[in-house]
């Protein structure tokens, strides 16, 4: 019986050591939700531009456009003010009740195409990430 109840505490403390590592690769995980989003996004912007001659801020008037990321992790908008004929924004932010609510360091993650040029930021909900960005890893 002693025997029984030490392997029950070994196994309880790796499974307490182990638990938390699991929860942060399962959000982590999910961000792919959000960047597989934002690029179906820029790829329905790229169709919409080659037959107009800016893009389209009006997320609803893109051809395949979404409002919420496949799997629904995710709300994604176009940035306001920031659409012309050579630039526009798009942001994922991470949906209320979803379990990925619980990433604190990527609230929402943003691509930013601007002469060409692609850029990814995100932000903890207090503020922009730093360099290197948390969110975007490989």
Do not use: F
């Not at 942060?24 to 790229?46: F, N, T």
């Amino acid at each position: 019986m002693i025997e029984l109840l030490i392997v029950l505490a070994i196994a309880a403390i790796l499974a307490s050591i182990a638990w938390p590592a699991y929860q942060s690769q399962v959000l982590r995980g999910r961000r792919s939700d959000a960047m597989s989003a934002l690029a179906a996004v820029s790829q329905a912007q790229e169709r919409w531009r080659s037959d107009n001659p800016a893009y389209q801020s009006v997320m609803a008037d893109l051809p395949g456009g979404m409002a919420v990321s496949q799997g629904g992790h995710y709300d994604v908008t176009m940035v306001q003010g920031t659409v012309t004929a050579s630039a526009y924004s798009v942001r994922a932010t991470v949906k209320n009740g979803s379990p990925q609510a619980n990433d604190s360091a990527c609230q929402a993650m943003q691509m930013t195409l601007a002469a060409g040029r692609i850029t990814y930021t995100s932000s903890n909900g207090g503020g922009a990430n730093g360099d290197p960005d948390p969110c975007w890893v490989r």
